[in-house]
């Protein structure tokens, strides 16, 4: 059997997807910015893609960028508003359970002089909000808070966190503006632009192609583009559009939303059965995050689409392995700093022992999963983690 538990990382693009970007490729292939017939059905072609991602987004199709994924679009929100603001302020605040792609593009404005300040979590991943509170200063800029972190799936309280910036906002006839990283929520939960300033998302966690995501940028606001040269995307992001990428992104943001609650449901079915299946076949497992999971923004629970365990005296990278030659893919932690040395930033920042860090393995979910790969992958994570344990640490 072939059971795929490492949606986070990347999904399967839905066959509509790839048939439509063959199509794209293959026959409609021209430049959007062509005058001819070629090119005017490329232009409609993105212009309708644009409309499925800013309607699954709840934005207006004016406000949204395409860019060449998740981590381009965080880059462009931090990079661009701290240029384009910098001289209304210098301090940025952020989690310290950031993905790689805002904590180290917030590095990169420290290293020009910028002030960062990095907001602790609780053990289950949840940002403190009294602390987010007192960081804030007539001197802050930004805030920059993601929507499901991607390693524990915790859901953070985003609109209180809109609450508390709009309050401090009117209070201080400041300016404070939110980023969120919605890469992980956005398919997954009801996303609500309300109140938030820049949203980024990316096609490849929901089914569509790589190397396309986007950024919401609400109208009126003003940042400076991280690319530039040809003038597309409203002069925000230049470059040829990646056409077949971005008809495929509109096609899975369409799937998204029409089959929303369907999805969910088969995610969340399997992700219970897996958790209530190891909590009773497997001793000294420790549940990273909430246990229960949820569509409610400030509920403090977990997306339904994933499940953090740490397997205690075993080690995760181990048993993944020994899980793949069985045919189940699973992760240790993030696909985008898996090949760098070092354990997980975001289980340390939950305060987690080294040891519980070392036996930690990342399930999430598609609706694509069933009960029956969920009771194979029961089956033969208690005999990976039982012969684990009989030979004990390798080192």
């Keep these: 059997m072939f059971v795929y538990l490492d949606n986070s990382a990347t999904t399967k693009p ?20 062509s005058l001819h017939r070629l090119g005017i059905s490329a232009e409609k072609a993105v212009k309708s893609a644009r409309k499925s991602v800013a309607e699954a987004l709840t934005v207006r199709e004016d406000e ?16 661009g508003a701290a240029s384009a603001r910098q001289r209304r302020g210098k301090k940025i605040i952020t989690t310290a359970i950031e993905h790689p792609a805002v904590l180290e593009a ?11 300040e990095y907001i602790e979590v609780d053990e289950k991943g949840l940002v403190d909000l009294r602390a987010l509170q007192e960081a804030l200063t007539e001197d802050t800029l930004l805030l920059s808070i993601m929507g499901v972190n991607n390693e524990v799936g915790t859901i953070e ?34 996303l609500q632009s309300n109140g938030i300033d820049m ?10 192609p790589k190397g396309i995501g986007a950024l919401y940028v609400r109208k009126g606001l003003t940042i400076e583009p991280y690319m530039i040269g040809g003038g597309q995307e409203r002069h925000m992001r230049s470059g040829t559009e990646n056409v077949p990428a971005i008809v495929g992104f509109g096609q ?7 089959d929303f609650d369907l999805r969910i449901k088969n995610m969340s079915s399997a992700r219970e ?5 190891i909590k009773t076949e497997i001793k000294d497992i420790k549940i990273n995050g909430a246990e229960k999971d949820s569509l409610d923004w400030d ?25 793949e030659q069985d045919g189940i893919y699973v992760s240790t932690g993030s696909a985008c700093s898996s090949n760098k040395k070092g354990r997980s930033h975001v289980l340390k920042a939950m305060r987690l022992k080294d040891k519980e860090i070392e036996g930690a393995i990342r399930f999430s979910f598609s609706e694509f999963n069933t009960i029956e790969e969920m009771q194979y992958v029961l089956e033969h994570l208690k005999a990976a983690v039982a012969k684990f344990r009989r030979l004990g640490s390798f080192r």
């Design 273 to 277: 059965y897996l958790l209530e299946g």
């Design 157 to 190: 309280p985003i609109q209180e966190i809109v609450q508390i910036k709009n309050e401090y906002n009117k209070t201080h006839g400041t300016d404070v503006l939110l980023h969120v990283d919605a890469v992980q929520a956005f398919g997954k939960l009801p």
């Design 199 to 208: 949203i980024a998302v990316s096609g490849h966690k929901i089914h569509g």
């Design 64 to 79: 949204l960028i395409f860019t060449s994924g998740g981590t381009e679009a965080d880059n462009t929100a931090l990079i």
């Design 252 to 258: 899975a943001a369409k799937a998204a939303k029409e």
């Design 14 to 33: 839905y066959s509509a997807v790839t048939d439509k970007m063959v199509e794209y490729m293959k026959e409609d292939f021209g430049n959007p910015s």
């Design 106 to 116: 917030a590095g990169r404005l420290e290293s020009k002089g910028f002030i960062v």
């Design 299 to 323: 509920s403090g629970m977990c997306c339904p689409s994933v499940l953090n365990i740490s397997f205690l005296g075993t080690r995760g990278e181990v048993l993944l392995h020994t899980l």
